[in-house]
Every structure is written in C-alpha cells, then in structure tokens.
C-alpha cells in the first residue's frame, strides 16, 4: 500500500537543509547519535531502539529515525507499521524547509519516542537535502536524535552524519572484529572523535565457537567496548512475530546503559 505524502509546514524559524547539505550545524550534531555495525545481523536497529527507549525513560525527548534507506523497517521491527504518521518516503518538505515540532507531531510513538521510519517499498529514497532537513529540524526540537544507518559505508551517501558521535556494533568473531576496526579507522578519519565501540555476541556461537574475548577485541581495536550484548532468545522471538522490543533485557541492558550515560556525557549533563 502506497501511503499518502505529508507537506511539512515551513514557518519562519524553520531549517533551511539547502544551506547544510554537506554536514549538520555544529548544535544538530551535539545531540544527534549515529548507529551502524559493519556485520550484517548484528542487531544494530534493536539496539539503537532500545538505547531511544531508555534515553526516554531518564526523561529526555527522543527522536529514533532510520536513515538505513537499503533495507528501513524500523516501525515493522517495533511493530508499529500499522500507525498513522510520518515515514521518510512520505515527507514532502517544500523549498527543502521544515520545523521540528511540526515533525515531532507527526511521528507515529513508540514507547514515548518519536519514530521516523524508512519504508523502501513505499516510494523512492529521500533527497539529501530533505535529510538534512530533517535531522536538523529533529535535533533542534529533541534532546538527542538516534539515528540508525544499518552500515557504516552509508556514511557516503549520508554526509551530515560525518560529523555526528557514532556508535559501531562490533561482532565478536575474527571477521567481525576486522571489519569493526576499518569502521573505526574510517570514522576516525572523517570524523571528529572515536567512536563508541560496543561489541556483540552472534547468535548461535559460544564462547568455544569462534567468539573472540571482550579483552581481546578491545586490544585489537585499540577501544575500549562500551559493553558486550549477548543473544536474547526472547527478544528475537519477539521480533520475527512482529512483536516488537517488550522490554530492555539482562543480555542488554549494561551496554545500552553505557552508551545512553556516555550520550549524556556528551549533552554535558547527567543522567537523571
């Protein structure tokens, strides 16, 4: 089903994304968190969701938006598909202007988190400027903006996320690890700072089979891991029934902790 587009307003106080294609203004990437992994799989759209959810229990505005324009469905892994509101192939910003409240108002909710969704099937991916837009109206109208890319070569095409703090799923397998590692160098070079590596445990391995040690990968990337997300078979239970996230489980809950306390370190508050 070809879903209706929406015209955003574009009062005087909105963002002009013709002006800043090439990158976000300088406050839009203090609050605005990039996530990918380099391995496919590794759950990076459940974990930037939940890091959402819990940046929205400790009393902060969140926007989740999803930028992975190859693959998109965040709203069908949160199960929330079926409600009304804004998607990326839906939104028609004219002369590349839009407001964020205007935005947030249209977001369909997830766990008080405002969700702006990509639905490749639904029409044609977004223009650059109209991205651009759009994450800056979000940032300005929201505490902090999680923005899940899928991988991290997407930062090509998406370059006003270059500048933003990232977050790199690292699976904890020889290939994985190696592949994390030229993230990291990538990011490093285009970037301003290191990003925050987290690593993860692939399903149906052990610690026999091929899962390389969180000491061990810290060294080889030359990063200390934020925390270790473990299989959840519960959690991925309930995703492929269309379910949604139920809850922020124990194989979780100490990574997404670290990185939300290390976005607000990064916000210059504390967390409440």
């Known amino acids: ?17 013709n ?10 990437c203090r609050n605005t968190v990039v996530f990918s992994s380099a391995s496919g799989g ?10 959402a959810w819990r940046l929205a229990q400790r009393k902060l505005q969140c926007a ?15 199960g929330i598909e079926n409600e009304p509101g804004l998607r990326f192939q839906t939104v028609d910003i004219p002369l590349g202007k839009t407001e964020g409240a205007a935005l947030n108002g249209e977001l369909p909710q997830w766990e008080r988190v405002g969700v702006l969704a990509s639905q490749p099937w639904n029409g044609s991916d977004p ?44 699976e904890l397998t020889v290939l994985g690890l190696a592949r994390a590692r030229a993230a990291r160098a990538m990011m490093i070079r285009q970037g301003e700072s290191r990003p925050i590596m987290v690593g993860v ?10 899962v390389v040690d969180a000491h061990e990968a810290s060294e080889y990337l030359h990063e200390e891991l934020a925390g270790v997300v473990a299989p ?21 809950r100490k990574a997404v902790d670290a990185v939300v306390g290390a976005i607000e370190t990064g916000l210059g508050g504390d967390v409440p």
């Open 201 to 210: 445990v692939p399903r149906g391995l052990s610690r026999r089979g091929g």
């Open 42 to 51: 590794a759950g990076t759209s459940v974990f930037a969701a939940m890091v």
């Open 127 to 170: 223009e650059p400027w109209t991205v651009s837009a759009v994450l800056e109206a979000l940032a300005q109208a929201n505490d902090v903006v999680v923005v899940d890319i899928g991988a991290p070569s997407a930062l090509h095409s998406l370059p006003m996320l270059r500048q933003c703090r990232q977050v790199v799923l690292a």
């Open 19 to 28: 002006q800043s294609i090439g990158t976000l203004t300088h406050a839009g």
């Open 232 to 252: 959840d078979r519960g959690l991925h239970g309930d995703v492929l029934e269309g379910l949604g996230i139920r809850a922020i489980g124990k194989s979780s």
């Open 64 to 78: 989740l938006v999803d930028c992975d324009f190859a693959a998109g469905g965040i709203d069908v892994l949160l």
């Open 1 to 17: 089903m070809t879903m209706p587009r929406v015209v955003c307003p574009s009062p005087v106080s909105s963002v002009d994304g």
